[in-house]
């Protein structure tokens, strides 16, 4: 099977901790095929983060040199190809800073959402109040729909990834109470062409699961969507290609014909 990492972070992302380079050869230990490097540009327009914090808030990559370094290393392993991409987070929070990030012939785009409009990132809240845990998974939906349904950008990053947020301050929920709110985000995305990804991050995490559940990779699937792409969002170079081979057997398991990868922004099939 063709084996593909669609999501992953170096130092060009300020959460980054390996280098491109570093990233690549871990790709070949792993035995990888083809890796597309997605790096940060989020698009929130007030800091996500509480005052007191000192995290830097706007985790975007330099469009001057981040592509430049990439293409860089193109044809440097003799069996891992290379993809650049970036992971496009909150778009419609600032248009203007979008059109810059998109502003390349990038290979990929992942569309993401860390935190809802005026909101603090997911990570920021502790779950504790179950009213307000509801509102902003109610909140998380309808944006990822806008999401959808403004488009640009190529497949649906780590779908339902608040919960990782939830299970990490402990708590847990029940995701089908949103269920009519996912159905209409998978409905949408497979009806413009729009893919999802499996997202293998939690499965390092304390939930031990992929973004989104089988579940809803088989709604996607009968609704008539047929792209998937399957990423590890390693930010270090020992997560690459973690989980990958789980989460294309999940994918076999929920009907697709294969993974997809993305070279010029053209998803090509990668059959089972
Ligand atoms: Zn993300
Ligand atoms: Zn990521």
């Known amino acids: 099977m063709y084996r593909c990492d669609c999501h992953l972070h170096t130092v060009f992302s300020h959460d980054g901790k390996a280098t491109p380079e570093q990233m690549l050869w871990a790709a070949e230990a792993a035995e990888l095929d083809h890796i597309i490097f997605t790096e940060h540009c989020d698009c929130c327009l007030t800091s996500p983060y509480p005052p007191e914090s000192n995290l830097v808030w706007r985790n975007i990559f330099n469009r001057d040199t981040y592509p430049a370094a990439i293409e860089a290393l193109r044809g440097r392993s003799k069996t891992v190809k290379i993809g650049i991409g970036v992971e496009l987070g909150e778009f419609l929070q600032d248009r203007d800073l979008a059109a810059y990030a998109l502003d390349y012939s990038w290979d990929f785009v992942l ?3 860390h935190n809802v409009n005026k909101r603090l990132d997911f990570m920021c809240y502790e779950y504790t109040d ?12 309808a944006e990822l729909l806008q999401m959808v349904e ?3 950008f190529d497949v649906l990053s780590h779908l339902t990834y608040v919960l990782r947020n939830v299970y990490r301050k402990g708590q847990t929920y029940d995701l089908s109470r949103h269920d009519e709110q996912i159905r209409a985000v998978l409905k949408r995305a497979a009806e413009k062409g729009i893919g999802i990804e499996v997202n293998t991050s939690g499965l390092r995490d304390v939930c031990a699961v992929v973004f989104p559940s089988l579940k809803y990779l088989r709604w996607y699937r009968e609704l008539g969507g047929e792209i998937i792409t399957v990423g590890s969002d390693a930010h270090r170079a020992e997560d690459l290609g973690k989980g990958i081979d789980d989460a294309i ?6 009907g ?3 993974i997809t990868v993305f070279e010029q922004r053209k998803p090509i099939l990668k059959e089972f």
């Open 111 to 113: 569309g993401s959402l």
């Open 130 to 141: 179950p009213e307000f845990t509801f509102q902003l998974f109610c909140e998380y939906f």
């Open 150 to 152: 403004q488009g640009g």
């Open 249 to 254: 057997e999940l994918v076999r398991s929920a």
């Open 256 to 258: 697709f014909a294969g």
